[in-house]
T-cell receptor, first 118, second 115 residues
Framework: GAVVSQHPSRVICKSGTSVKIECRSL??????MFWYRQFPKQSLMLMAT?????????EQGVEKDKFLINHASLTLSTLTVTSAHPEDSSFYIC??????????????FGDGTRLSIL | AQSVTQLDSHVSVSEGTPVLLRCNYSSSYSPSLFWYVQHPNKGLQLLLKYTSAATLVKGINGFEAEFKKSETSFHLTKPSAHMSDAAEYFC?????????????FGQGTTLQVKP
């Protein structure tokens, strides 16, 4: 159990395009989902914490108008990169926790989305 | 504040030999610790977790880790490396200061397995 599906796995698009990435928990309810960004050969950088039915909490330095997060249901969170530019090219990964606000619960990760902006 | 330090950015072993990936943590709280593995262009897979139960934690694929409070360490080991173990490994501590479930990641250790 605890499968997280992320779609699409890869996106290549022109500068100025908005791109939506979906993160779904397939076999459990996820009240909390997390969005990360990973640069080559580096660790994961938390962008925002997404709670179902409320506004996302963004980490310092992450533009909330640039990276729109919606967590409309207990199994789906979306990240929209608005008006993407080449510097937004990266590997984006989502994760989900089974239980709300439980620090000892592991997060379950999607397979990531490789975003390339031309 | 919590932090995690992975002491080696790169570890190279021969197939069939033991693996040791080192991790030290700093935490003001009783920590929850995790090891995740990431294969190229993939998400992270949970190997094992420590949550204040047994100090020796057994995980998947033959990996295990020992929580040593006196040394603030949570090193990952495997008796015999397999070629498929080549990947990036992350030691992770849960941010106990906020109870939001946020994770704090180490910088990662690349494990190379030579035939």
């Amino acid at each position: 159990g605890a499968v997280v599906s992320q779609h699409p796995s890869r996106v290549i698009c022109k500068s100025g395009t908005s791109v939506k990435i979906e993160c779904r928990s397939l076999d459990f309810q996820a009240t909390t989902m997390f969005w990360y960004r990973q640069f080559p050969k580096q660790s994961l950088m938390l962008m925002a914490t997404s709670n179902e039915g409320s506004k996302a909490t963004y980490e310092q330095g992450v533009e909330k108008d640039k990276f729109l997060i919606n967590h409309a249901s207990l199994t789906l969170s979306t990240l929209t990169v608005t008006s993407a530019h080449p510097e937004d090219s990266s590997f984006y990964i989502c994760s989900a926790s089974k239980v709300d606000r439980a620090r000892d619960q592991p997060q379950h990760f999607g397979d990531g989305t490789r975003l390339s902006i031309l | 504040a919590q932090s995690v330090t992975q002491l080696d950015s790169h570890v190279s072993v021969s197939e069939g030999t033991p693996v040791l990936l080192r991790c030290n943590y700093s935490s003001s709280y009783s920590p929850s610790l995790f090891w995740y593995v990431q294969h190229p262009n993939k998400g992270l897979q949970l190997l094992l977790k420590y949550t204040s139960a047994a100090t020796l934690v057994k995980g998947i694929n033959g990996f295990e880790a020992e929580f040593k409070k006196s040394e603030t360490s949570f090193h990952l080991t495997k008796p015999s490396a397999h070629m498929s173990d080549a990947a990036e490994y992350f030691c992770v501590v849960s941010d106990g200061s906020s109870n939001t479930g946020k994770l704090i990641f180490g910088q990662g250790t690349t494990l190379q397995v030579k035939p």
